[in-house]
């Protein structure tokens, strides 16, 4: 079975500008977490959903946004980018709330110029 | 909210050695506890985990142990081998997990090396 799906791998974008993040869980996992990882730190929650409900929140600014839709996938949305969003977003699914682990993919590498 | 803290930051070991990192957490509502292991360029690799109600749990060369009391628990990686190189990061989440509350909050990572 394939494992989490993030695209792009790669993205470069300037100051204020927008940006969407995509990712695809493992089959049969409904529940899909985004997490922020800072050169040298460990990932930082952002957000949880759950059949396509947003079931946590973590300590990011309301122009971090995401949805889930309803073949699981999710999208991540950064509006009014900043320079101190340069980090690995990264996604990661389980199979529900209630049942971890946590399987992540590989990140989207952001730099912002 | 919780809060990990890992040590240490960076750990050298010799081919065959034993390695140990230590975790301690904050929130008692805390109980589980997965260890991930990153490479370069890859995200983060579940390697092994433990909930509240078990004490030690092993897999081949890797164990973990929970100290619920204390808060804090610990990666134990024997005969090293240098493919076990990597960021190792130990993180805690309350289970299940409530509205609101955080999902996993993770350790500052450690930097493995074993040295052939």
């Known amino acids: 079975d394939a494992g989490v799906t993030q695209s792009p791998t790669h993205l470069i974008k300037t100051r204020g500008q927008h940006v969407t993040l995509r990712c695809s869980p493992i089959s049969g996992h409904k529940s899909v977490s985004w997490y922020q990882q800072v050169l040298g730190q460990g990932p930082q929650f952002i957000f949880q959903y759950y059949e396509k409900e947003e079931r946590g929140r973590g300590n990011f600014p309301d122009r971090f946004s995401a949805r889930q839709f309803p073949n699981y996938s999710s999208e991540l949305n950064v509006n009014a980018l900043l320079l101190g969003d340069s980090a690995l977003y990264l996604c990661?699914?389980?199979?529900?709330?209630?049942?971890?682990?946590?399987?992540f993919g590989d990140g989207t590498r952001l730099s912002i110029l | 909210g919780e809060n990990v803290e890992q040590h240490p930051s960076t750990l050298s070991v010799q081919e065959g050695d034993s390695a140990v990192i230590k975790c301690t957490y904050s929130?008692?509502?805390?109980?589980?506890f997965p260890w991930y292991k990153q490479e370069l360029g890859k995200g983060p690799q579940l390697i092994i985990d433990i909930r509240s109600n078990v004490g030690e749990k092993k897999d081949q060369r890797i164990a973990v142990t929970l100290n619920k009391t204390a808060k804090h628990f610990s990666l134990h990686i024997t005969e090293t081998q240098p493919e076990d190189s990597a960021v190792y990061f130990c993180?805690?989440?309350?289970?299940?997990?409530?509205?609101?509350?955080?999902?996993?909050?993770f350790g500052s990572g450690t930097r493995l090396q074993v040295q052939p």
């Open positions: 993180a805690a989440s309350p289970l299940p997990m409530d509205t609101g509350r955080r999902a996993l909050t």
């Open positions: 929130d008692s509502a805390s109980n589980y």
């Open positions: 990661a699914s389980s199979r529900g709330l209630l049942n971890q682990p946590q399987h």
